[in-house]
């Protein structure tokens, strides 16, 4: 069994920086893939970056792209979120997931609002 405990979110002003930590509670999946998804009331829940464990290739939607950086410390089995010029539109729950082929394990989510 494995856990994702999310941290560092906050309320911040439009164009403030926010980063998010996502800590897997075991060794194990370290080859899997680690990411972020948010969610916004009303909304579905959408991709916003992952990172690959294995060589640490990332992605990142399209609409944090130039604002927001996905990384990794392994040694720490955590995931990180910096995210730069936060929008208005970026409110959301902020989730951690863990998967291979797909996310399988997800963390409670941390609450991300911008002004």
């Known amino acids: 069994h494995v856990q994702l405990v999310e941290s560092g979110g906050g309320s911040v002003q439009a164009g403030g920086s926010l980063r998010l930590s996502c800590a897997r509670s075991?060794?194990?999946?370290?080859?899997?893939?680690m990411g972020w998804f948010r969610q916004a009331p009303g909304k579905e829940r959408e991709g916003v970056a992952h990172?690959?464990?294995?060589?640490?290739?990332?992605f990142l939607a399209d609409s944090v792209k130039g604002r927001f950086t996905i990384s990794r410390d392994n040694a720490r089995y955590t995931v990180y979120l910096q995210m730069d010029s936060l929008r208005p539109e970026d409110t959301a729950l902020y989730y951690c997931?863990?998967?291979?082929?797909?996310?399988?394990?997800w963390g409670q989510g941390t609450q991300v609002t911008v002004s």
């Open positions: 997931g863990l998967g291979a082929a797909a996310f399988s394990y």
């Open positions: 075991t060794w194990k999946y370290s080859t899997y893939c």
């Open positions: 990172i690959t464990t294995k060589d640490g290739s990332t």
